[in-house]
């Protein structure tokens, strides 16, 4: 299900991703759901996209997020969606800022954080650098270590920890690989650089970062002569697909 709602805009790029790696990609706005048009009980994976739900107004991601709190059926949906055992999820930029204010619904998501305004009062869109981390992401498996570049666009990325359990699987990095809150090497200003979350059992997975905008080796402005077509983003959508079978 490649999600989205009212100024959402990068469902496109998030389906091209996913149908490449072997899935069947269904767009699914918010309304086919409340509709019933689409049930979630019909899909194994939930691509939450980045872009402008209500234009930010209500927060970042938090109208998006409240639609689907404050309505019964629709949160015993994704409640249930987010239990079911076979299933993964994921979020990148205003979807991750969604599915992080669905954290009391998403198992082992508890301590995810909330996400606020860049400490540069203003919108970053730029290539920033990252590093994977250890973590039980089943998206992110066998990728820690790897330090990669990747794209950004935000206005409200700054992570905002309750508590130090989060469990990342990402964090901005320096010219010489280290963690980072400096701007704009970090974008946003989260502490220790940690911009991407999984819940305990790795299968759901928020980040403000665009993997889906950097999957192929060609939408960078410059990669390694001996990357292939694919680049390594791209096997975040592989781990999906092995995930589900």
């Known amino acids: 299900a490649i999600f989205r709602e009212q100024g959402v805009n990068g469902q496109v790029e998030m389906a091209a991703a996913f149908d490449r790696a072997g899935f069947t990609s269904v767009d699914v706005h918010l309304n086919d759901i409340i509709s019933g048009r689409h049930k979630l009980e019909d899909f194994v994976g939930l ?27 629709l949160r015993e949906q994704f409640k249930t969606f987010f239990e079911r055992p076979d299933t993964f999820s994921l979020g990148t930029c205003n979807g991750c800022q ?20 860049n400490t540069s009062e203003q919108f970053e869109a730029r290539t920033v650098m990252v590093e994977v981390t250890d973590s039980p992401s089943v998206l992110f498996k066998d990728m820690a270590g790897a330090k990669l ?8 990325g700054r992570a905002e920890l309750d508590t130090q359990k989060a469990i990342s ?9 280290k963690p980072t809150a400096v701007y704009p090497l970090n974008p946003n200003g989260s502490e220790g650089g ?26 960078l402005s410059w ?23």
């Open 47 to 73: 691509a939450a996209c980045g872009g402008f739900s209500y234009g930010d107004v209500l927060g970042a991601g938090e109208g998006w997020a409240k639609t689907i709190l404050f309505d019964d059926n």
């Open 98 to 117: 969604a599915l992080a204010a669905l954290k009391d619904i998403i198992p082992g998501a508890e301590h995810w954080p909330n996400f606020m305004r």
């Open 149 to 156: 570049p990747i794209p950004v666009a935000h206005g409200e």
């Open 169 to 177: 699987m990402l964090r901005y990095i320096d010219n010489n690989g």
């Open 194 to 219: 940690l911009t991407g979350f999984t819940s305990k059992d790795g299968r759901a997975n928020i980040l403000m970062p665009h993997p889906e905008r950097a999957f192929l080796s060609r939408q």
């Open 223 to 245: 990669y390694p002569k001996e990357w292939d077509e694919n680049s390594p983003w791209f096997k975040i959508f592989l781990n999906a697909r092995d995930f589900v079978g």
